[in-house]
């Protein structure tokens, strides 16, 4: 001041606020310069005494050439030169942009701009231009991103009243940790738009765990938990997915409930499901399996581990689907995974047409082999074996014993000279004779059995003894008797 004097200070300045300039050509934007200049102190300064510097630089440059469309560009010093060369503004009727680190202001009660300060949302690149726009008391505030994303970012962000997305996908995601920790989202809504007014629409809910840490390193374990309350107020675990190191490790739990499926949960089972339900791969049921309808097992092997197989039906089909014999040769059951003889089998023979033991097959005492009814009906048309012997209903019926022995109800034929009938161990028929050891024998001849052969001991006397009963019948007093002896 003192160099140039008060009125050469406001003249100059004064003077060049309005300032007339003619460009050279209608080809290259007119900018015009306006600084406002500063001067050193006259001793101790460290730039030099009395020496000139700009504070501030204002230009006017046109938007385009030959135009009326201007633009106003602010320069400030930053303390390294004396030049302003720090541009933090730029203004223009359409567009203002401010160029400073950091930026507040009060706005009043309605105000528009756009800015492109700040980065993406991968930390490094610059973030494409963002309209921010709020309106009078009343009307609605809209943040919007005009193109690609807004990227906010703050240690807390409270939103107060109702929270209402408009919008195709919402997501979370871990922050950024480094330039490499870029995460999928953690929670994403995806929705797909129908073709028009008759065009189903879609909507998919993800939760997905954070591939990776802040550290971005590969994480392979985790889980989304959902909780409740019990009437104590203790936190109680309902739901639980969790996530594996390995494909196909991973797991959904349910804790302290009981699921319904196509009906309400039950607290009589843990697992309550109406309608059908299938299983594709191996299940195993360790504890009681009641099933009330129709259980149908589809598989080449269907493997029961128990003690004891308990089924209330009355009749069990094996082969079903099969319309043939032949189809079911071989069917059956078999005892045992080993081989014969460490396992058994009792199956049907087509070759046979019967049924096929790899053992022997027992009738306990007191019980009887009936085939076709046995001889203890009326019919009399089978053929019972028991303990007490071999009979036949029918007097056309015949037991044969090989091509050697044939019994019928005429006679008992033996093909070989050599055969002998044994009668227990006491008596026995053969070529040679009949011979008995017993002393209670007796051989009776006649239609109604009135002569009787038998060999009594009397007062130690081996006697043969023939006698004759009319009635045939060895209750009765013999009406004749002869005895033969042989004297010691």
Excluded at 127 to 132: G, P, Y
Excluded at 189 to 209: C, D, I, Q
Aim: contains cysteine; aromatic residues 6%.
């Amino acid at each position: 001041m003192s160099s140039f004097g008060d009125a050469r200070s406001r003249d100059v300045y004064n003077r060049n606020l309005y300032q007339a300039v003619r460009a050279a050509n209608a080809a290259t934007p007119l900018t015009v310069t306006h600084a406002l200049h500063g001067i050193t102190a006259e001793t101790g300064s460290v730039k030099g005494d009395k020496v000139p510097f700009e504070m501030v630089k204002f230009s006017a440059v046109e938007a385009t050439a030959d135009s009326y469309e201007g633009q106003l560009q602010i320069h400030i010093n930053d303390g390294t030169n004396t030049v302003a060369g720090v541009k933090v503004a730029e203004l223009s009727s359409a567009n203002a942009k401010f160029v400073a680190s950091t930026l507040s202001g009060d706005f009043g009660s309605e105000y528009k701009a756009s800015f492109t300060k700040g980065t993406g949302q991968d930390g490094s690149t610059v973030a494409t231009v963002q309209t921010l726009s709020t309106g009078a008391a009343g009307a609605a505030v809209e943040l919007k991103a005009t193109d690609n994303r807004l990227w906010v970012k703050a240690a807390n962000t409270d939103v107060s009243g109702v929270l209402t997305v408009q919008g195709d996908e919402l997501s979370f995601y871990q922050a950024n940790g480094a330039s490499g920790a870029k995460a999928d989202a953690g929670i994403k809504y995806s929705y797909t738009h129908g073709t028009g007014l008759e065009g189903a629409s879609t909507g998919v809910m993800r939760y997905n765990l954070d591939p990776n840490n802040l550290l971005d390193n590969t994480m392979g374990l985790g889980s989304h938990e959902f909780n409740t309350y019990s009437d104590l107020g203790t936190t109680q675990k309902v739901l639980s997915i969790g996530g594996g190191e390995a494909e196909g490790a991973q797991n959904v739990d349910f804790t302290n409930c009981n699921v319904g499926m196509g009906v309400a949960g039950s607290a009589t089972y843990k697992l309550n499901v109406a309608g059908d339900t299938r299983f594709d791969g191996d299940s195993t049921v360790t504890g009681k399996m009641i099933v009330v309808g129709d259980l149908e097992v589809q598989g080449d092997l269907t493997t029961i581990s128990t003690s004891e197989v308990v089924v209330a039906d009355l009749n069990i089909i094996l082969g079903n689907g099969n319309t043939t014999a032949a189809q079911i040769d071989g069917g059956g059951i078999t005892l045992g995974s080993g081989a014969a003889p460490n396992s058994v089998r009792w199956q049907y023979s087509d070759a046979l047409k019967a049924w096929d033991a790899d053992i022997n097959v027992n009738v306990q005492s007191g019980k009887s082999l009936l085939i076709a009814g046995g001889t203890d009906v009326i019919d009399d048309t089978g053929a019972t074996l028991a303990e007490t012997g071999l009979s036949f209903g029918k007097d056309t019926a015949s037991l044969a014993l090989g091509q050697v022995v044939t019994l019928d109800s005429s006679t008992l034929n033996f093909a070989s000279p050599d055969a002998t009938v044994k009668f227990g161990t006491a008596a026995e028929l053969s070529k040679t004779g009949f011979s008995s050891t017993s002393a209670d024998f007796s051989l009776y001849l006649g239609a109604l059995k009135q002569w009787k052969i038998t060999r009594q001991v009397v007062d130690t006397l081996d006697m043969l003894t023939m006698s004759w009963v009319a009635d045939g019948t060895t209750a009765a007093p013999e009406d004749y008797s002869i005895k033969f002896s042989v004297a010691a």
